[in-house]
Each structure stands twice: as C-alpha cells, then as structure tokens.
C-alpha cells in the first residue's frame, strides 16, 4: 500500500524508540483519543491484551459477553457521543461475531473501528486454527478495511482507520493485525490522517445549487421538510431549527434523525415512514416540494416508490453522491455536508408560516390521535400498552433521556412517542433492524454519556438475544435502566401474521423466563408490573433509582401498531386500523 | 422500460489488494454479470486502471458508479458508451500444426483476419488476433469447423476519445 498522508502540523506527531506492535495499537488508540474500548479477548489478540493491562490507567477497556455485545456497545458509543466507537477482538468466531453490529454500522453511518487479532502471517491461507479470511468476509459491509502483517504499517493505517470511519458519511473500518506484527518491535511514529487522494469524503457545496433550491422553496405553497440522521451526523441541529423556524415549514423525521428537532417544537410533525404519524405520510403525496436533508429515502420510509412524492419537486441535501437519484430523483441535488449547505441555504430563505398548509398537518393528527394515539397512550382496556409505558417514561424523564430501542413492535411505539428535547438521543438500529441491538447499545451510550439518563426499551424477543450483556452492566456497575415490555411473543411478526398470513402464529410465540430473578441474579435492582395502577410508581423507582434498574411490563398480547403502510402501498394509503 | 446497452467502464484505483473483492462485490449483489474484467497499469505511476464490460441500463449504470466512486481506494470512475471508446480485445487460438499445411483455407483465413502467427512447431500453431470483438468472433467462426485445440479470449482493453483527467485530479491533492 501506498502512503498518502499530510500532515497537520508537527505536534501530531508521536516517535518512541522501538516498540512491538501491540503497544504500538494501545499508542495509537491514544493519539487518536480513544478512551474507551469494548471487546472480547483471545489468542490472536492476547499481545494487545497484554498491553491493554499495561495501560489499563489510559484506557478503559470494556469485557463484553459476546463479541456482538461489543460492537453494539461501541455503537451506542459512537452515536450517542459523535466519537469512534472502537472494538477488539481475536480472530475467527471472536472476529465473525463482530459481523452483524458491522452491518448494522454500515447501513446506519456509525463510525466504528474493529480490531481483530488474526493469525500468524506465514499461516494465512494455512486454515489455521481459528483463521477466518475477515477482511473477505467483511469487505461488503465496511467502509473500509484492511490486514496487515508488518507491524511498522500499524500507525499508518489505524491513523487512516479512524480518518475514513468519521469523515465524510461515517462507516465502520475493520483491521485485521496478524499475531506476529502484533508482537515485531519498530520504531514508532504516529501522525494523524488528514487526507486521502482517491477519497473525497465532502463534496464541495455548489452555490449555485443551493440557490436553485431555495428559489424553489421560497414559491413553493405546500412544501414539506423530511430530514434523517444527516442533520444529526454533521450537527447541523441548530442551523437546521434556524431553517425550519424561518421558512415556517412543517418538518418529519425518519427514526434515525429524530432528536435533531425537540419533538415539541411545533413545526415539527412527526415520523415518516412505515409506522409513522398520519399526516407526514399523507401529505408526503400531497405536498409540492419535498425537501429530504440528510435522508435517504429508504423503503421503510418511502414506501411503494411509483406512488411516492410524485407530484412533488425533490431537493435532495445530501453528502454521499451514490444516494443522490438512487431511489427518489431528485429535481435540485445539493451535494455537501448538511451543516455547510443549509448554512449556505438560510440566508436566501424567506420567512414564511404557510398556515393553511399546517392546519393540514393539525386535522390530520386529530383523526391518527383518535383512531391510534388515544388508545396507544391512554386505553381504556384492561391490558397495558406499550405506549402508556412511553408515556411514563417521558413524564419522569420530561424528555431529557435518550431511548435505546431494540427491534420490533416496542422499537416503533418508542420511536412513535418518546420525547425528545436533546439531540442524539433515540439510538436505534434503523437500517438493518438488529434485534439484540438495544441492550448492548443502551451499555455504550451511557458509558459515553454518564450524566444523562439511558433507558433501554426492549421486546422480550430482542432481549434475550444480547440478554448475557447483563454481566457486563453487572461488573461495570453502569447505571442503565433497562425496559422489557413483555408481550410474549415476537410481537412484530406476529402483528404481520395477523394481518397477512391468516393469523397462523408460525414460532412467534415465546415462553418466557422469569426476567426479574435473571436481572437479580446479576445483582440489578427488577421488578415486574403486570397491572395499571403499579405501572407510574415502578417507572418512577426505575427513574430515580441510583444504580441499574431492571423493570418488565407484561403488556397485552396481541396489540398491534398503527399505522402501517403495507408491503407495496403508497405513503399516502397508510392504514389506522 | 429502458433497453440494456453495452458499457465499458474505467476505474483510476490505488494498487490495493482487497478492492478487486470490493469492485466485484458491487455488481454480484445487483446479480450483475461481468462480461470481462481487466486490470492493469496505467499512464500514471502506481495507479491502476480497471476496465469492466457489462450490460446496462444506464440509469442503473450511473448507480453502480456511485457505488464504485464511494470505494475508498478508487480515484474516479467513468462509464463509456461504445461509441466514446477505442476499444481492443485480443484472442489466442491452438491450432494443429497439420492444418496449416492441409487446409490452404486455413491459409487464406489467417491473412484476411490480419491475425498473427505467434509460433509454429511440429504438432501445433498459435494464432493471436486482435480487435473488436466482432472481428475476434468471425475469425473463430471460421477456425471452429476445422478444429480448435485450445482458446482463450482475453478482457476488453480501452481507452477514451475523451480527456479523463485523473493526473489533474492527483495534482489537486497534493496541493
Ligand atoms: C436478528 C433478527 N432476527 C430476526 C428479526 C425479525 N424480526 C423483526 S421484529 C421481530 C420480533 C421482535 O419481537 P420482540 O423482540 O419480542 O419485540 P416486539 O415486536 O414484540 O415488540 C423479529 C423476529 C430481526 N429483526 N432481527
């Protein structure tokens, strides 16, 4: 490989007389500020390990119990804190284990370094024990990655991993390092990466493209903003209220970029998407331009694509070119980091309150408050909802919380309701839909934000699949407050089953074990409510509670969220019931 | 619907042995088929130039090169019509020795098609031609009656009528 690095400046610089490889990693870590690290040990990485206990005082790393719990963990990490998560773990099965928290980084922008331990170089190709080709394996779903053998390329290229896994549209890196570099001495010199010729991370923003688009969000009548987890990832929040405030335009979130926007402010009108709220969806076909900033139109949001948006104009704010035309055309793309553009955008904006077209918005939320919300927050019948939890949770947190969701029914319904007043608070696996992701996750996010309060909410299937991460909240001591709204089955696939397959109930139905005795037996605080009137005071001891708190809510059984856009239906034919 | 039309496409990369995975990766998912991949050096100091033959739309073609340029290591890449491109492929045929002498057709063949005698011995002869693949497909047409021993058709090589200015683009890095 070639080198193609610049410098900063001369201060970034780090030389030491000769050390191994593996000090050179811990060395590394350092520059580049990494002050936490999950992982999992074993042969092919104990000579980093062996370091990691020499500079156990610089740098906390985080024994998972699962190598999957570690990826998530630094996923919660990186997305609740903006920073790299980092991740180490040995070769073979320690390696492949990482997969599924790498796809999921991949398909939700998460900068991510893995560092796996790998065989002895002269073994490679020998079917070692535990020799996985990893880099092979996890080509198709890094934004990077890379092995090296010789331990003088260690500095160069985690510099380069860091670089690539936060610029631009972040991604996970994976470098694989073979046991014997891990141990060869060199003379160690590390420089931070600024720069790689054949890798533009930010396009330029065109001016004259921003100025198209705002010309043509000046006349529009019925414009609708859709924003994504770009505003969030260039932390853009604050130009992006300025642009909402000025232009008066109502503004709908995916699940990934809520948070960006209060929940409260009142031009914003809620998720798109296929369990979103009623009027964005609707009105996404009745609109006439649709501005999508840092999104990109996937299909859990758009829906059956030849009935989406088509009477709309499209301005696409955008970092990544591939997106740009890849599922929605767009009429105006303005390429660049979202803070830059909309920065660029705001003067040329002109303020406007658009008053009958957010009336829409306002009779649209009556009819979904009727039909859905009422029932979901405030039921009548004799079962809990998992939408009454939400609405404890957001009376004791008044919003300031982050909610770590898991994937299902419960992930929906926390999306659906939590409230937000912070940014970079609904961690979610949004693209690859995880399950197994939250508990994990919920782990980095409040190791990387101590002062905020972490509420993991979970479906009882989700939860049994990182349910060993326990141990690591348990001898960590992390103050994490974990919900499991039990509803005995796989609840989103058996909704599907409902509805689509005759409610034939194919293995979706779970016979559970007693959630409180496992979370007592990692020595966290649990209860389980079963009844309404115990549902406020359990949620409140949870809240105030000083150390991690376990609480299951058994909700009814067969619930189902609403709306739902159908496998192949428009936006605009969103069902309520 | 759009038609499927041929397109080559040119990729400026930094020599890195995982990008071929990569590259490939991109069209296999999209159940993609290569009609010929080629990879080599090219007019700039270790920078590699892929050419890949494929099938397309072009809408989807204009995808796949997002998806290419987002590859760290790819410098740019370019997509051609067949008209935008001089293009070459080159083909080896092993013929028995015998024919040569036996069939004077043979004889008259090779001298219309401007293929080359690369070697001849006793038992065999090795005919190298080169050209669009049309000409490459009439000269096998014509051999393939008589006996073929072996054949191996090499990848599309091109280049662009237009300018592709990667050295321009490397300058502006590195200042
Ligand atoms: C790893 C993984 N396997 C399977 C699925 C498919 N899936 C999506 S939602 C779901 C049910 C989730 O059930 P549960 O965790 O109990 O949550 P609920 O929907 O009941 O709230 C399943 C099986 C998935 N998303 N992830």
């Known amino acids: 490989m070639k080198e193609h690095f610049t410098l900063e400046n001369k201060e970034d610089v780090v030389t030491t007389e000769k050390i191994s490889g593996s000090e050179a990693v811990l060395k590394s870590l350092l520059a580049e500020g990494v002050k936490t690290l999950y992982g999992y040990p074993g042969g092919a990485i104990m000579p980093v390990y062996d370091q990691l206990h020499q500079y156990q005082d610089k740098v906390h790393h985080v024994l998972a119990r699962h190598e999957q719990g570690a990826v998530h963990a630094a996923q919660g990490y990186a997305r609740i804190s903006g920073k790299v998560g980092v991740v180490i773990a040995t070769s073979g099965p320690g390696a492949t284990n990482l997969i599924t928290g790498i796809a999921d980084a991949q398909i939700d922008s998460t900068p991510l370094v893995c560092i796996t331990g790998q065989v002895n170089s002269q ?35 985690l510099a380069k991993a860091f670089y690539i896994a936060k610029s631009g549209r972040p991604g996970p ?50 414009p609708l903003i859709v924003w994504g987890q770009g505003v969030i990832l260039s932390e853009a929040e604050s130009i992006f209220k300025g642009i909402v405030e000025k232009s008066g335009i109502p ?42 900033i840092g999104m990109r139109f996937d299909d859990r949001v758009t829906g059956n694509l030849n009935f989406y948006a088509k009477q709309a104009k499209i301005i696409h704010f955008e970092i990544d070119p591939a997106e740009v035309d890849k599922n929605v055309k767009a009429d105006i793309a303005v390429l660049g980091d979202a803070k830059e553009s909309l920065t660029q955008l705001l003067p040329y904006l002109n303020e406007k309150e658009h008053t009958e077209w957010h009336q829409r918005f306002k009779d649209l939320y009556k009819i979904e408050y009727e039909k859905v919300i009422k029932n979901d927050l405030h039921p009548t019948k004799e079962g809990l909802t998992m939408g009454e939890v939400l609405k404890e949770i957001n009376k004791r947190s008044k919003g300031n919380a982050a909610i770590v969701s898991d994937v299902g029914q419960h992930q929906m319904i926390a999306c659906r309701y939590a409230d937000f007043n912070l940014t970079k608070s609904n961690i979610t696996s949004g693209g690859l839909g995880t399950m197994g992701f939250a508990l994990p996750a919920a782990i980095g996010a409040k190791m990387a934000a101590p002062d905020r309060d972490v509420v993991a909410v979970i479906g009882d299937g989700g939860y049994q699949m990182t349910i060993q991460e326990l141990g690591t909240v348990f001898q960590q001591r992390i103050p994490l407050k974990i919900v499991v ?37 990692y020595q966290i605080d649990a209860q389980k409510v079963t009844d309404r009137e115990k549902l406020s005071d359990a949620v409140r001891e949870m809240m105030t509670s000083e150390g991690a708190y376990f609480l299951e809510v058994c909700v009814e059984k067969e619930d189902n969220v609403f709306p739902m856009i159908t496998a192949g239906a428009s936006v605009s034919d969103i069902r309520l019931e | 619907m759009e038609e499927n039309k041929t397109y080559t496409i040119s990729i400026y990369t930094e020599n890195n042995i995982g990008l071929l995975n990569r590259i490939s990766a991109i069209f296999q ?28 739309t072009e809408e989807r073609m204009k995808k796949i090169i997002g998806q ?31 024919l040569l002498f036996e069939e004077r057709q043979i004889q008259n063949i090779i001298k219309e098609s401007n293929a080359n005698i690369v070697t001849v011995n006793k038992e065999f002869f090795v005919l190298e031609k080169s050209g669009r693949s049309e000409e490459i497909e009439l000269l096998h047409r014509e051999l393939k009656v008589f006996g073929i021993m072996q054949l191996t058709r090499s990848g599309r090589i091109a280049v662009s009528k237009e300018e592709m200015k990667i050295s321009k683009m490397l300058e502006a890095f590195s200042n």
């Not at chain 1, 003379?187 to 705002?214: H, T």
């Not at chain 1, 209060?262 to 031009?267: G, R």
């Not at chain 2, 890449?77 to 015998?98: P, T, W």
């Open chain 1, 123 to 157: 073994l490679l190709g020998s079917d070692a024990f535990q020799e996985t080709d990893i880099v092979g394996i996890s080509t198709p779903v890094t934004k990077w990655n890379h092995q090296i053998t010789k331990a003088s390329d260690i500095p160069k290229v």
């Open chain 2, 68 to 98: 290419i340029e987002k590859q760290v290591e790819v410098i740019k890449a370019y997509y051609h019509r067949e008209d935008e491109i001089i293009y070459q492929e080159s083909c080896l045929f092993k013929i028995k020795s015998e």
């Open chain 1, 485 to 521: 709204l039990n509803n005995q089955f796989l609840g989103m696939v058996r909704q599907w089953q409902q509805l689509f397959f005759d409610k034939r109930y194919a293995s979706t139905e779970m016979t559970n074990p007693d959630f409180v005795a496992i979370a007592k037996g």
């Open chain 2, 29 to 56: 998912r999209r159940h993609i088929n290569i009609e010929s991949i080629n990879s080599s050096v090219s007019e700039i100091e270790n920078i590699s130039k892929w050419t890949i033959v494929v099938q397309l």
């Open chain 1, 251 to 292: 503004a709908a979130w995916t699940i990934l970029g809520v948070s960006a926007l209060p929940t409260s402010h009142p031009l914003n009108v809620g998720m798109v998407g296929m369990h979103g709220n009623y009027a964005p969806n609707v009105l996404t076909n009745e609109c006439d331009v649709l501005i999508a």
């Open chain 1, 173 to 222: 890196v994976l470098i694989d390092i073979t046991k014997d570099a891990q141990f060869e001495e060199f003379d160690f010199s590390y420089q931070k990466c600024v720069g790689i010729r054949s890798y533009k991370p930010v396009p330029m923003v065109e001016e004259k493209k921003v100025q198209e688009a705002a010309a043509l969000i000046n006349s529009a009548k019925k």
